[in-house]
């Protein structure tokens, strides 16, 4: 620590300082309530659409244009917030997903008619795309040591939304119906509005801002609630300290972009973003990140569309509905519980792996996983064989993904982390939109084969893509600002 005393620390060796504690604890709650609250409000319109079908008499294509509003609020609304919350703060940009989802999804549940219902889905959807602003807060409180397991957890809690969603519809849907559904369901996100005024700014977040002061103040905060000491000195940037094997940038340009951002409107802030995420330090990166998310994203919603017609017996082929008679009033309720407890094994396996082998190797074993598993469906298998490969398949294509958010937090600098993830997650939204049109024709077709050729190679073509990210982010503390190379 004398060291440390000696020239000041950085803001990753106070988080290491004052680990992993209390305070980390509370943010992880408050990431998870924030995640699971958005993964209740995108799942629960697979419960409501038969009831909204026989009410307003509406036809498949209407069914289906309700779960596209979600999807295209999602593809504006993941990289508006995630500007927001990198131009403005985490703090705010969690407020603004709090405050558009909350009121979307109660006001939905008073709609007259359907096209209101679809304009409110819409912002619903726009709300629920900047979860990944939780976890770049929470992710900017940890230290390195076990980071990517911890961001697991919080990725973790979207499963436990869906099955809240679907313990809620099985509750309420039979006894009140779709609008009770829809009022409930918005009171996580109402939750996470009232919390959200008692959490603080990340701490990183404010020194590259140059508010300086207002950094250690939250750091010391921490380190009371922890019941663990700050090193001595000053609060100083990577450049200043000079790590070894750290990526480092002049502490002026932090400075220096703090005041000049004061001075420019929110379209040259926003250009400015984009310009970072091509400049030559991160263009690999953003490339990359935007290949995968549509790639893994395609694949995992094709390998869904498979296990629903298998499971439901819409398949043309010869397997029918895996589920006995007695239960296919439940069997929609029943699958969501089925699937999303299938991903949780696949999770903890990422959690042990992503600290052990790193990102990078973790992300391609798991990929490989998932193409060996489906690799036996080239040829006619049972019913039960079919949907459990499928099902594997999924399980480590989920945890794969879950991985590559992680990785993708944290390649990202802080200046343009959550815009950065935000844009890859919209091209993830893109390839869940254009998987059903490209993939429902082989899915309720008889042809198994063809489509278990074609999701194994878009899986193989994302597992070869993880060879080509930069560097490995295990161990490395986290990065503010784009060095300024060209």
Same mark, same amino acid.
């Given at each position: 620590?004398g060291d440390?005393?000696s020239?000041?620390?950085?803001?990753?060796?106070a988080l290491?300082?004052?680990?992993?504690g209390?305070?980390?604890?509370?943010?992880?709650?408050?990431?998870?309530?924030g995640w699971?609250s /958005?993964?209740?409000?995108?799942?629960?319109l697979?419960f409501?659409?038969p009831a909204?079908e026989s009410e307003?008499? +509406?036809?498949?294509t209407?069914?289906s244009?309700l779960s596209?509003?979600?999807?295209?609020?999602m593809?504006?609304?993941?990289?508006?917030?995630?500007?927001?919350a /990198?131009?403005y703060?985490r703090?705010?940009g969690i407020?603004g997903?709090?405050?558009?989802?909350?009121a979307?999804g109660?006001v939905?549940?008073f709609s007259?008619d359907y096209k209101?219902?679809?304009?409110?889905?819409?912002?619903v959807g726009f709300?629920?795309?900047?979860?990944?602003?939780?976890a770049?807060w929470?992710?900017?409180?940890i230290?390195?040591?076990?980071?990517g397991?911890?961001?697991?957890?919080v990725?973790?809690?979207?499963?436990?939304g869906? +099955?809240?969603?679907a313990s809620l519809?099985?509750?309420v849907m039979?006894?009140?119906g779709?609008?009770?559904?829809?009022a409930?369901?918005?009171?996580?996100s109402?939750?996470?509005?009232?919390?959200?005024t008692f959490v603080?700014e990340?701490p990183?977040?404010?020194?590259?801002?140059?508010?300086?002061?207002?950094?250690i103040?939250?750091l010391e905060k921490?380190?009371?609630m922890?019941?663990?000491?700050?090193p001595?000195?000053?609060l100083?940037?990577?450049h200043?300290k000079m790590q070894?094997d750290?990526? !480092?940038?002049?502490?002026?340009?932090?400075h220096?972009?703090s005041?000049?951002?004061?001075?420019?409107? !929110?379209?040259e802030k926003?250009?400015r973003s984009?310009?970072?995420l091509?400049s030559?330090d991160?263009r690999r990166?953003?490339l +990359?990140?935007?290949i995968?998310?549509?790639a893994?994203t395609f694949?995992y919603?094709?390998?869904q569309l498979m296990?629903?017609?298998?499971?439901?017996g819409?398949?043309?082929?010869?397997?029918?509905s895996?589920?006995? !008679?007695?239960?296919?009033n439940?069997?929609?309720?029943?699958?969501v519980?089925i699937?999303c407890?299938?991903?949780i094994?696949?999770l903890l396996l990422?959690?042990?792996?992503?600290?052990r082998?790193?990102?990078k190797?973790c992300?391609?074993?798991?990929?490989?996983?998932a193409?060996?598993?489906?690799?036996?469906?080239l040829s006619?298998?049972?019913?039960?064989?079919t949907?459990?490969l499928?099902?594997s398949?999924r399980?480590?294509?989920?945890?794969a993904?879950n991985? +590559?958010?992680v990785?993708?937090e944290e390649v990202y600098?802080t200046?343009?982390?959550a815009?950065g993830?935000g844009l890859?997650?919209?091209m993830?939204?893109?390839?869940?939109m254009?998987?059903p049109l490209?993939?429902v024709?082989?899915?309720?077709?008889?042809h198994?084969t063809?489509?278990v050729?074609?999701?194994?190679?878009?899986?193989l073509?994302?597992g070869?893509?993880?060879?080509?990210?930069?560097?490995?982010t295990?161990?490395?503390?986290?990065t503010d600002?784009v060095s300024?190379?060209?």
């Amino acid at each position: 620590m004398g060291d440390q005393g000696s020239h000041g620390y950085t803001v990753n060796e106070a988080l290491s300082s004052v680990g992993f504690g209390t305070f980390q604890g509370l943010a992880l709650v408050f990431a998870g309530i924030g995640w699971f609250s /958005d993964a209740m409000e995108v799942t629960l319109l697979s419960f409501i659409g038969p009831a909204l079908e026989s009410e307003w008499s +509406l036809s498949p294509t209407e069914e289906s244009l309700l779960s596209t509003a979600v999807f295209g609020g999602m593809l504006v609304g993941s990289y508006f917030l995630g500007f927001i919350a /990198d131009a403005y703060g985490r703090r705010m940009g969690i407020q603004g997903v709090a405050v558009v989802t909350c009121a979307a999804g109660l006001v939905s549940a008073f709609s007259p008619d359907y096209k209101s219902l679809v304009i409110l889905r819409f912002f619903v959807g726009f709300g629920a795309a900047g979860g990944h602003v939780y976890a770049a807060w929470f992710l900017e409180f940890i230290p390195s040591s076990n980071r990517g397991a911890w961001m697991l957890v919080v990725l973790c809690s979207w499963i436990i939304g869906e +099955l809240l969603e679907a313990s809620l519809a099985w509750i309420v849907m039979p006894r009140w119906g779709w609008r009770w559904l829809l009022a409930l369901s918005s009171v996580p996100s109402f939750t996470v509005l009232l919390l959200s005024t008692f959490v603080p700014e990340t701490p990183r977040f404010l020194f590259m801002k140059g508010r300086s002061d207002e950094a250690i103040r939250v750091l010391e905060k921490i380190a009371l609630m922890n019941r663990k000491e700050l090193p001595t000195g000053s609060l100083v940037s990577d450049h200043q300290k000079m790590q070894p094997d750290e990526v !480092n940038f002049p502490s002026e340009e932090t400075h220096l972009i703090s005041s000049s951002e004061s001075k420019t409107g !929110n379209v040259e802030k926003c250009l400015r973003s984009l310009s970072e995420l091509f400049s030559q330090d991160l263009r690999r990166t953003t490339l +990359l990140a935007w290949i995968m998310f549509f790639a893994y994203t395609f694949a995992y919603y094709g390998i869904q569309l498979m296990v629903s017609a298998l499971s439901s017996g819409r398949s043309d082929c010869h397997s029918s509905s895996i589920l006995p !008679n007695n239960v296919q009033n439940d069997s929609l309720y029943i699958n969501v519980f089925i699937t999303c407890l299938a991903e949780i094994p696949g999770l903890l396996l990422a959690m042990v792996l992503v600290e052990r082998l790193g990102r990078k190797l973790c992300m391609g074993v798991l990929t490989m996983l998932a193409v060996i598993v489906i690799l036996p469906l080239l040829s006619h298998q049972n019913g039960t064989v079919t949907t459990a490969l499928l099902v594997s398949g999924r399980m480590f294509l989920s945890a794969a993904f879950n991985t +590559l958010c992680v990785y993708t937090e944290e390649v990202y600098p802080t200046s343009v982390r959550a815009t950065g993830y935000g844009l890859a997650t919209a091209m993830g939204r893109i390839g869940g939109m254009i998987c059903p049109l490209v993939a429902v024709g082989l899915v309720k077709g008889c042809h198994q084969t063809l489509a278990v050729i074609f999701f194994g190679i878009v899986t193989l073509i994302s597992g070869i893509a993880v060879l080509f990210f930069p560097f490995e982010t295990k161990g490395r503390g986290l990065t503010d600002i784009v060095s300024n190379k060209e």
